[in-house]
């Protein structure tokens, strides 16, 4: 129908054309925006590492943590191609429980080795970061001398999976920085539980922090921990602290007499310092560099890292079998129902799981 207005009798209010508004965008923005993010290839992670680049390594590192099949895939391209350029690097892990000084005593730790040139990666392992979102080890923020200096690159901890997972993607990562000319790298973790193990199996001198003052300091940590160690620092020993820091150290020294000497040959020390103050940071760093010339020229120190490869093909074939058996379909299914019927004492421990074993291997059709 003809529309009232367009009639000459019409003399209702007309509706002038309006004037077109400019978009509210900038034309110009869509030109400037920027493009897609390229995908990388291997060959141009593998050369970018290589020389140093140090955003195409975090891309990498990125890969390394990602739980998709096809960053994985290229990812593990990445490291067996930069695995001829890594190696050449000391690796330390520092451990210590929440609030013993890590973080405090990494940011002077880094800057005191850094005073000799190289660079320095600090990686760490936090199980527990996922769960509690609370101090990311290896965050920036708790390092803020060296997470602006030019020759660190720090990282914090892998969030996602089991600690057998976690380990794995720090030490992977270890081997990009390593390739990427950084030849020295230190793994962070917390004091607590089995994650010390797990820093153990990648480095090639472990650094237990240790804190004075309650008097009976040797009783909450832990035998094996003690062990493991090739040297134990007692931090804040500063004002009121340094007698109490002095005698704790030889509690350790005594303690540390009771166990059978190392395979390594050294003698774990112990000593005092201050991360704060930045007290006894020198004869620290002298001890480590002692404990490496003394390791090199012994053998030990390749020998250990062999074992550490060896004990890596272990846990990795361990950490994919168990992958593959939890993330089967039929076990997936089946898994609520056995757990119900050992709960209910209608199976045996034993009996739930060679069923589901028995189900796994068939559906892979193995012979079991
Ligand atoms: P982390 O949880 O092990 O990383 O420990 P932090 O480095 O965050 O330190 C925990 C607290 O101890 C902070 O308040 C630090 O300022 C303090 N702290 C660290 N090192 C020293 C030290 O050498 N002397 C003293 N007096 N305090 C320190």
Not at 95 to 121: M, N, Q, R, W, Y
Not at 129 to 152: A, F, N, W, Y
Not at 301 to 324: A, P, T
Request: proline share 4%; aromatic share 8%; hydrophobic share 35%.
């Amino acid at each position: 129908m003809e529309h009232p207005e367009n009639n000459e009798e019409y003399k209702g209010l007309v509706v002038n054309k309006g004037i077109e508004q400019p978009s509210s965008i900038n034309p110009y923005l869509k030109k400037i925006r920027k493009p897609k993010k390229k995908e990388l290839t291997v060959s141009e992670f593998v050369e970018g590492i290589i020389q140093g680049n140090i955003t195409i390594l975090s891309q990498a590192v990125t890969l390394v943590e990602s739980v998709k099949p096809e960053h994985q895939s290229i990812a593990q391209e990445v490291i067996e191609k930069c695995l001829p350029y890594s190696g050449n690097s000391i690796r330390i892990g520092i451990s210590g429980v929440p609030g013993a000084g890590k973080s405090t005593s990494i940011d002077v730790f880094g800057l005191h080795v850094l005073e000799k040139g190289g660079k320095l990666a600090v990686l760490a392992i936090d199980p527990s970061s996922e769960r509690s979102k609370g101090s990311i080890l290896g965050d920036k923020t708790r390092m803020e001398q060296l997470s602006v200096h030019p020759h660190s690159f720090i990282r914090p901890s892998p969030s996602a999976g089991s600690l057998g997972g976690v380990a794995r993607k720090t030490r992977e990562t270890i081997i990009l920085c390593e390739a990427a000319g950084f030849d020295k790298i230190f793994v962070e973790t917390v004091g607590v539980g089995q994650s010390e193990t797990a820093v153990h199996s990648m480095v090639d001198f472990f650094l237990l922090i240790q804190l004075a003052g309650t008097g009976d300091e040797l009783q909450g940590i832990k035998r094996g921990i003690m062990e493991m160690a090739d040297g134990i620092v007692i931090n804040k020993a500063d004002g009121n602290n340094i007698d109490k820091a002095k005698l704790a150290a030889t509690q350790f020294r005594n303690a540390l007499h009771l166990f059978p000497a190392p395979d390594s040959g050294w003698t774990p020390q112990v000593l005092t310092y201050s991360g704060f103050y930045n007290i006894g940071v020198k004869e620290i760093w002298d001890m480590v560099y002692e404990y490496i010339d003394f390791v090199k020229a012994n053998g030990y120190f390749n020998y250990r890292r062999n074992e550490q490869s060896k004990y890596w093909m272990y846990e990795s074939i361990n950490e994919q079998l168990k992958d593959s058996f939890y993330t089967n379909e039929v076990i997936k299914k089946m898994l609520p129902e056995k757990e119900k019927q050992v709960l209910n004492a209608d199976l045996t421990s034993f009996i739930a799981a060679r069923k589901l074993l028995d189900a796994y291997f068939k559906e892979l059709k193995i012979e079991s």
